[in-house]
């Protein structure tokens, strides 16, 4: 099996922390049927992302006072 390299900017980092900490308590819900993993993962990204995109839209970050 050939090997693959990968390598997240911060930002991607912590969202995919975020998004699997939800996978994993899908599967681990009764929302998991055993054959809907997929489902569930990117049920979760997207969930990630609606939150990432709340928080920028309702915080201002350090960086970004002027």
Not at 15 to 30: E, H
Not at 34 to 47: F, P, S, V, W, Y
């Amino acid at each position: 099996m050939a090997k693959s390299y990968m390598q997240l900017q911060e930002s991607e980092g912590h969202l995919l922390a975020a998004a699997s900490r939800l996978y994993s308590a899908y599967l681990t819900s009764d929302q998991y049927t055993g054959d809907n993993e997929a489902t569930l993962m990117r049920k979760a990204i997207q969930e990630t992302l609606q939150m990432a995109n709340a928080i920028d839209a309702t915080v201002i970050a350090d960086n970004e006072v002027e």
